[in-house]
């Protein structure tokens, strides 16, 4: 059973960088992608970006500017970094694995597992 | 980026209801959404992927349909434990993109 752990700064000034990390425990890292995903408060869900095991990534073209994901494969782990951050980013966020199922010539993609959350609060 | 919007925002219902969620995608996204469950201070929680396909695990009163723009999130029997907020999400391209979500609340 694959559990995310995740953790990282809580609380932050404006133009610091958010740096938040999850480990993947209990199953395989390589041949998936890896999200992260935010929440502000009582707001919905915004896809951040995503990596593989090698490295390879996609970003959510609004943050992709300040945002880095990268991974470090020797501790099945991958990381989060959003920089200049101001009060806007503050929300909860997220890990997630991506799952891909693939139905005939159609690959569907859905995030499976989640980690439980870390809330990071911008604030001077 | 994809467009989706969901209704309605908020819902109020009984146990026992039938409850209808709708989502809209602002260009066909063939069967390419799933939808989530999330109650509060908790990670959301995969219910239906490609559609209409239930996720291991979850009960059969959920159901899902729909494909290019319009889709639809059916709970047949209201449960106590089902009281909590509904999100779709697209994945036919990047970025990928949620519905505002449906809060379903106690009448």
């Known amino acids: 059973q694959v559990q995310l752990q995740q953790w990282g700064a809580g609380l932050l000034k404006p133009s610091e960088t958010l740096s938040l990390t999850c480990a993947v425990y209990g199953g395989s890292f390589s041949g998936y992608y890896w999200s992260w995903i935010r929440q502000p408060p009582g707001k919905g869900l915004e896809w951040i970006g995503e990596i593989n095991h090698s490295g390879s990534t996609n970003y959510n073209p609004s943050l992709k500017s300040r945002v880095t994901i990268s991974v470090d494969t020797s501790k099945n782990q991958f990381s989060l970094k959003l920089s200049s951050v101001t009060a806007a980013d503050t929300a909860v966020y997220y890990c997630?694995?991506?799952?891909?199922?693939?139905?005939?010539?159609?690959?569907?993609?859905?995030?499976?597992?989640w980690g439980k959350g870390t809330t990071v609060t911008v604030s001077s | 980026a994809i467009r989706i919007t969901q209704s309605p925002s908020s819902l109020s219902a009984s146990t026992g209801d039938r409850v209808t969620i709708t989502c809209r995608a602002s260009q066909g996204i063939s069967s390419y959404l799933a939808w989530y469950q999330q109650k509060p201070g908790k990670a959301p929680k995969l219910l239906i992927y490609?559609?209409?396909t239930l996720q291991s695990g979850v009960p059969s009163r959920f159901s899902g349909s729909g494909s290019g723009t319009d889709f639809t999130l059916t709970i047949s029997c209201l449960q106590s434990e089902d009281f909590a907020t509904y999100y779709c999400q697209q994945y036919y391209s990047y970025p990928p993109t949620f519905g505002q979500g449906t809060k379903v609340e106690i009448k």
């Open positions: 997630a694995r991506k799952w891909d199922t693939i139905f005939g010539p159609r690959h569907y993609y859905y995030m499976d597992v």
């Open positions: 490609a559609a209409s």
